[in-house]
């Protein structure tokens, strides 16, 4: 089991480019969750699923966009990128009470 | 709205003492479930452990025990003969029966040589 993978590690992007962070999971878990985690703020929740073709928003949901085609897939879109979305993205799943979190993405929005 | 506070922003002690953190939570739930997350410097979230509301025994895992006092809706994590890998970002955190999970805005602890 890989468990959940987050691409890319790292991005730099420039205000009003768009993008997808990607995270899978094969767990076969129904429950998939996004957070944003800055400095002195903990993690915050965005977007979450629990299942597929079914979201719902977060704590922090603007500027951000999610689908769940699959049970594996859940990506996170900027459609139009700003500085205050910096931030460091964790994606996670869980089943029962263990939420599983993917290493991150640390992204830069210049 | 369920909060979840934690008071210490940052701490330090020397290595092979123990360490107490606090955290505090705010719900009208009676059934959920409590959390400790360690996040060391490569960002990985870690489990340490985890608690259920309508367990009284307080969990353990090797080094790490927890005080939950649900009353006084306080969760603190101890952590004994502490250890220079224990040097990390701890986040206190609350699952509600949505499995919402709200995170605390999280301790630094500094193990000292």
């Known amino acids: 089991n890989a468990g959940v993978t987050q691409t890319p590690k790292f991005q730099v992007l420039k205000t009003g480019q768009s993008m997808t962070l990607q995270c899978a999971q094969d767990m076969n878990h129904e429950y998939m969750s996004w957070y944003r985690q800055d400095p002195g703020m903990g993690l915050r929740l965005i977007h979450y699923?629990?299942?597929?073709?079914?979201?719902d928003q977060g704590e922090v949901p603007n500027g951000y966009n999610v689908s769940r085609s699959t049970t594996e897939d859940f990506p996170l879109r900027l459609l139009s990128a700003a500085p205050s979305q910096t931030s460091v993205y964790f994606c996670a799943s869980s089943h029962g009470d263990t939420q599983y979190f993917g290493p991150g993405t640390r992204l830069t929005v210049l | 709205a369920q909060t979840v506070t934690q008071s210490q922003p940052e701490m330090s002690v020397q290595e092979a003492e123990t360490v107490t953190l606090s955290c505090t939570y705010d719900t009208s739930e009676s059934n959920y479930y409590l959390f400790w997350y360690k996040q060391p410097p490569s960002r990985q979230m870690i489990l340490v452990i985890r608690q259920e509301a309508y367990k009284q025994q307080n969990a353990t895992e090797n080094r790490f025990s927890v005080n939950f006092q649900k009353a006084a809706k306080s969760f603190s994590l101890k952590i004994s003969d502490s250890q220079l890998g224990d040097t990390a970002m701890y986040f206190c955190?609350?699952?509600?029966?949505?499995?919402?999970?709200?995170f605390g805005k999280g301790t630094r602890l500094h193990i000292l040589p």
């Open positions: 699923s629990v299942g597929a073709g079914i979201t």
């Open positions: 955190a609350f699952m509600n029966r949505d499995d919402k999970i709200i």
